[in-house]
């Protein structure tokens, strides 16, 4: 759970990267940092703290340059200490390299035991450092980029959309499954490769296309070229970023997020019809979910929670009090939509079952008639081991419980989840390309202990150049 990017413009990019990141925010609060890259020298500011924060104009002229990456950082492995701000620099043989990541690698320890066995000393206890030194290992013995990327990609596995810097060159891939988003966007003079399609817009650029699992993007000052890396028999999107995670108006995947959402919300009507006064959603990804399921139920959409929208997510307080508190102040009841009503109460996850619990206490105390609470996942039953920030099964709530047990415990009247077929219908790629592994315990990686679905994996490096080859500087793509 991070957001990355990475431009290259003739226009100087310390600028564009910071209203990048800021359009990647809810990826990632608890750090950001940027680097770029001028005549010889790599510029790198990060710290702890939100965009806002993190940067102000001074900082940001100082970051000079045509060539950059950015991060936001929501930490799943490594803890939240400064030195595993990212981007990462490492110096060698006259070359500077920075590098940033999103996802999360599962042979992080094998990796790493075996490089600290030939005497690498780490720096930090994040993955994305393993990354950064086995491209540089595989460098030393490459013609190119595009063969240490190759070398590296055989040796990872999990999930890992990654930018990296190389002196005035940005690259980004994306793991051979896809698992984390990554788009490639056009700028006024230049290019930009992104987490989230936001980003793109954020910029007024124009939205080129996602980078395709196991592609390499290069982006100089002469254009944007692509190299597919490896291939697979399928894809692993990650089906919480429609769920949950990515913004609604973002597009992923070939797929606007919203529409997921809307049409979630529709079959969570179509699923389990109830009689009810109002379609209330959990702010702010219920939105989505609400307006399709008043839609498809005729149940007006009245909103009953209103969001203090200056605070982080719940899950940034680290102990489970903080985590109860933090709901109170960053939801309110809006009574008089609610007193009396039969409310179906619409939000896109359970996890923990702390903010369900809450937020049916707060609307029963408004004085709700009936509370029909509605989720527009199956239930979350099994740990992410490929970037999303998880509990273990025994924190999670509907881990070995029956759906009763559950609504009792939250206090709804009733309680339903969108069957999983529902869902991936409403995604529209199909189960075999969608990463499942938090509601079926099924990885499409070898997870130690768990049960994997197989994905078969082709490196064919440097045999195929793809339609991006085209777009050199200054020409449009034709
Ligand atoms: P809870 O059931 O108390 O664990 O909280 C679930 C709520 O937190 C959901 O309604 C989501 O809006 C949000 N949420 C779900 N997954 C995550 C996550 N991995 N990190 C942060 N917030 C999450």
């Known amino acids: 759970m991070c957001g990355i990017v990475g431009i290259v413009d003739a226009g100087g990019v310390s600028f564009p990267l910071y209203y990048a990141l800021y359009a990647l925010q809810h990826r990632g609060q608890e750090s950001a ?31 000079r340059g045509n060539a950059g990456i950015g991060h936001v950082r929501y930490p799943t492995t490594g803890s939240k200490v400064p030195e595993n701000v990212q981007p990462f620099n ?8 920075s590098i940033a990541h999103n996802g999360n690698l599962v042979n992080t320890a094998e990796l790493r035991e075996e490089y600290e066995h030939r005497g690498q000393i780490f720096c930090t206890t994040t993955d994305t450092e393993i990354i950064g ?19 590296c990609m055989r040796r990872l596995r999990g999930s890992y959309a990654t930018v990296a810097l190389l002196n005035d060159t940005v690259y980004a891939f994306r793991d051979p499954l896809g698992i984390k988003p990554l788009c490639i966007g056009k700028l006024e003079n230049g290019y930009i490769v992104a987490s989230e ?55 992923m995947d070939g797929t606007l997020v919203y529409d997921v959402r809307r049409r979630i919300g529709q079959k969570l009507y179509d ?33 009953g929670l209103m969001k203090n929208r200056y605070m982080g997510r719940t899950f940034i307080m680290p102990t489970q009090e903080q985590r109860e508190r933090a709901v109170r102040i960053k939801l309110n009841t809006v009574r008089g939509n609610l007193k009396d009503k039969r409310v179906v109460l619409i939000d896109d996850s359970i996890v923990r079952g702390t903010t ?85 315990g099924c ?24 339609d991006l080859s085209t777009f050199k500087a200054g020409k449009e793509r034709t």
């Open 197 to 251: 399609s936001v980003a793109i817009d954020a910029l007024d650029g124009t939205f080129i296309r996602d980078v395709r699992p196991g592609e390499l993007i290069r982006i100089d000052e002469s254009g944007l070229t692509s190299t597919q890396i490896a291939t697979t028999n399928r894809k692993a999107y990650c089906i919480f970023e429609y769920v949950y995670f990515a913004r609604a108006d973002s597009v």
């Open 90 to 97: 490492f110096r060698y043989r006259g070359l500077d390299l």
């Open 271 to 303: 699923a389990n019809p109830v009689e009810a006064d109002t379609a209330c959603p959990v702010p702010d990804s219920g939105i989505a979910y609400a307006a399709g399921y008043a839609e498809q139920s005729g149940i007006p959409f009245i909103e």
């Open 443 to 466: 990885y499409p990686v070898d997870i130690n202990g768990e049960k994997s679905c197989h994905s078969v994996v082709d490196y064919v490096a440097g045999t195929h150049q793809s």
């Open 356 to 440: 369900s619990r809450r937020i049916v206490n707060m609307i029963r105390d408004a004085g709700a008639e009936e509370i029909h609470l509605r989720v527009g996942s199956p239930p979350i039953i099994a740990p992410c081991y490929l970037g999303v920030d998880m509990p273990t099964r025994t924190e999670l709530i509907a881990s070995g419980k029956e759906i009763e047990t559950v609504r009792k415990s939250v206090g709804a009247t009733s309680l339903t989840y969108i069957p999983l077929d529902d869902l991936v219908e409403a995604i529209g790629c199909g189960e075999r390309n969608l990463c499942t592994g938090c509601l079926t």
């Open 133 to 151: 030194n086995i491209i540089a290992d595989a460098l030393r013995t490459s013609k190119s980029m595009e063969d240490a990327v190759l070398l």
């Open 33 to 63: 940092g940027i680097s770029t890259f001028e005549g010889t020298t790599l510029y790198t500011h990060k710290a702890q703290g939100l965009v806002a924060e993190v940067f102000n104009s001074q900082t940001l002229q100082d970051l």
